[in-house]
């Protein structure tokens, strides 16, 4: 059974840094792409970043080149974003995202950018 438990969202201001870790557990964790989306009020859920299982594959959404960064650790099954210079933009509900036969989502973790 497929489990994806993120963590760190939170209240920060602008320009301020955040880190959002997800932890998996049920699949072959290297294997696998992992994903981090996130949801606006209002909006449609985006994909913000990608990570291959070996690491060595990245891609961002344009809105957030240059300022988040993804990473994994393989050993700890973990997958994380850093997200520094937030911007109001950046609020919503982040989503760790694994895709298999079928899309594994996790709860989500708010994160609040105040102007």
């Known amino acids: 059974q497929v489990q994806l438990v993120e963590s760190g969202g939170g209240l920060v201001q602008a320009g301020g840094s955040l880190r959002l870790s997800c932890a998996a557990s049920g699949i072959i964790f290297s294997l696998k792409t992992m994903n981090w989306y996130r949801q606006a009020p209002g909006k449609q859920r985006e994909l913000v970043a990608a990570i291959s299982g070996g690491g060595g594959s990245l891609s961002y959404a344009d809105s957030v080149k240059g300022r988040f960064t993804i990473s994994r650790d393989n050993a700890k099954n973990a997958v994380y974003l850093q997200m520094n210079s937030l911007k109001p933009e950046d609020t919503g509900v982040y989503y760790c995202?694994?895709?298999?036969?079928?899309?594994?989502w996790g709860q989500g973790t708010q994160v609040t950018v105040s102007s």
């Open positions: 995202n694994v895709k298999t036969i079928i899309d594994f």
